[in-house]
Structure formats: C-alpha cells, structure tokens
C-alpha cells in the first residue's frame, strides 16, 4: 500500500507561479510511474503530466506544455509539479497519482484508470 499527500497548493494571480509537492509513504515507489491530474468543478478529471521511475522520461498535456515541469526525488519518495506562467483555468483540484506497473508506455500515463493510488488533492485557484 502507499499513501500520497499533496501540498503546495493556494490561491495566486495568473501568470504567477506555484509548487505542488507529493509525499509517498509506505511502499517504496521507486519504481512507479508517478502521475498528475486535475479536476475543475463540474468537469472530469484530467491528465495533466506523469514521469517514470527514473525521472529521464516525462509526458504533459498538451494544456500545460511548456509552462509545469514534474520531477521526483526517489531519495525523498517526492514527485513535484512546478506551475509556471498560471492561467485561470488551471482552476483545480490537483492530485498525485502512482502506477506501481511502471510500464514505458506514456500513452497509458494518461489514463485515471492506470493509476492504482490516489492523494487526497491539493485546491489550486487562479485568479484573472
């Protein structure tokens, strides 16, 4: 089993910048893919970026590209989101999300239905 806490989330202005932390505990995730995803209110969640076990391979949504970077530190079980250049609607709820299959397949990354534990989420709110 592991367990996933999110942090970091708050309220900033658009094009203001924020950091998400994820903290695993219990079951080494090393070599988990780790993902994000978001949930506006009233609409489904979303893929937002994952990274494999290693940190060399990365996946975002096309949405964010360009403005999150995600990174993990597997010394500290850490998986972070740097949000960059916020925009309005990057209103959400933003949650930390682990695969324990780990496959190489970044297509599969975006599928909620992949991921086999889930955070609590972190309120992310963007104001205009």
């Known amino acids: 089993q592991v367990q996933l806490v999110e942090s970091g989330g708050g309220l900033v202005q658009a094009g203001g910048s924020l950091r998400l932390s994820c903290a695993a505990s219990?079951?080494?995730?090393?070599?988990?893919?780790m993902g994000w995803f978001r949930q506006a209110p009233g609409k489904e969640r979303e893929f937002v970026a994952a990274?494999?076990?290693?940190?060399?391979?990365?996946y975002y949504s096309d949405s964010v590209k360009g403005r999150f970077t995600i990174s993990r530190d597997n010394a500290k079980n850490s998986v972070y989101l740097q949000m960059n250049a916020l925009k309005p609607e990057d209103t959400a709820v933003y949650y930390c999300?682990?695969?324990?299959?780990?496959?190489?397949?970044?297509?599969?990354?975006?599928?909620?239905?992949?991921?086999?534990?889930w955070g609590q989420g972190t309120q992310v709110t963007v104001s205009s």
């Open positions: 999300a682990a695969d324990r299959d780990g496959t190489a397949n970044r297509i599969t990354w975006t599928w909620a239905t992949k991921y086999d534990y």
């Open positions: 990274i494999n076990w290693s940190g060399a391979n990365t």
């Open positions: 219990g079951r080494t995730f090393t070599s988990y893919v």
